[in-house]
């Protein structure tokens, strides 16, 4: 019977965990990106209401 490669084992578990941490954090900066586009006022129409 073949013994287990526990190395190959942790080190599958250690990539998946880096990939779902890193989809996590765009998935974080995404959303932190379109919060700031949605409370920015849009400057441009007020440049043009103004002249």
Known sequence: M???NYAFAK???DV???KKKE???KLKEEAKL???LEDSPPE???EESSE
């Open 34 to 36: 379109a919060q700031k």
């Open 2 to 4: 073949a013994k287990p």
């Open 11 to 13: 080190h599958q578990r």
């Open 23 to 25: 989809e996590k954090k």
């Open 44 to 46: 441009t129409l007020e």
């Open 16 to 18: 998946a965990k880096k």
